[in-house]
């Protein structure tokens, strides 16, 4: 399906910022920063994404999947967008960014300790790079917010890299939460409904993608360090896979 489309048909506001803030919503500390009234909120918000993704990782088969995320898909973007929106009034940026590491921490400690046993070794190691993609393109936004503002001629162009990477962005989270969702209930998942997740996974290498064009925009000019450097097999793997997926466009 389109899932850009999907979410302009509801309304749904399309940008990078949502990511970081996002993020930190998922540290389990995230509420000891807020009121109680505004613990309250981020609670009841968690709830209703948690019953979205239930009814996702009960369904048995691919396809079975693949139509229930038509209809969930964009109820989960726009409870996150709201969710993003909400600690990023609510939390002061420092602690934001503080609460972002730790939810890379956690979401790493699950699928290292967990995931194994419930979904075995490909989706685990399919997980921890997509967590690991999503702490590379958090180093990303960070230099994209750092000049928020490209050249009048680019802007268009900008806003288009910023969609494509939302899309992107929001499936990958879609599938880490339903591992997460189906790791706390200890619920099984069906064969193919793993398989099909999984392939939503690999949509972060597409935001990391999208997201180093932002990046890129706003540096046009940088010079080229000359130094050699060390890439270990991780950081090949994501180059070759981003490098590859940028000549077609996956999701539009």
């Given amino acids: 399906m389109n899932c850009a489309l999907a979410l302009e048909q509801n309304g749904l506001i399309l940008d990078r910022d949502g990511t970081l803030a996002f993020l930190s919503s998922r540290s389990t500390k995230s509420a000891r920063e807020l009121s109680s009234s505004a613990g309250e909120v981020l609670t009841g ?150 398989e099909t997740i999984t392939d939503h996974l690999r949509s972060a290498v597409n935001a990391y993608a999208w997201a180093r064009k932002g990046a890129d925009l706003r540096n046009p000019n940088a010079e080229p360090k000359i130094e050699v450097v060390e890439w270990d097999d991780e950081e090949q793997q994501l180059l070759r896979e981003a490098t590859f997926d940028m000549l077609p466009e996956p999701l539009d």
């Fill in 45 to 194: 918000m968690t709830a209703v994404l948690e019953q979205i993704l239930t009814g996702m990782i009960e369904t048995r088969t691919a396809a079975e999947f693949e139509a229930s995320f038509k209809d969930a898909f964009p109820k989960y973007a726009a409870v996150v967008l709201a969710l993003s929106s909400f600690v990023d009034a609510a939390v002061p940026s420092q602690i934001v960014e503080r609460l972002r590491q730790e939810s890379f921490c956690e979401m790493e400690a699950e699928f290292r300790d967990k995931a194994l046993a419930a979904f075995g070794a490909e989706v685990r190691d399919q997980a921890l790079f997509t967590v690991w993609t999503l702490r590379k393109i958090s180093d990303l936004l960070r230099q994209i917010h750092a000049v928020p503002k490209v050249d009048a001629s680019q802007r268009v162009l900008d806003k288009e890299f910023a969609r494509k990477f939302t899309v992107s962005a929001l499936v990958a989270h879609f599938g880490l939460d339903c591992l997460t969702t189906a790791l706390h209930a200890g619920s099984p998942v069906y064969p193919g409904v793993l």
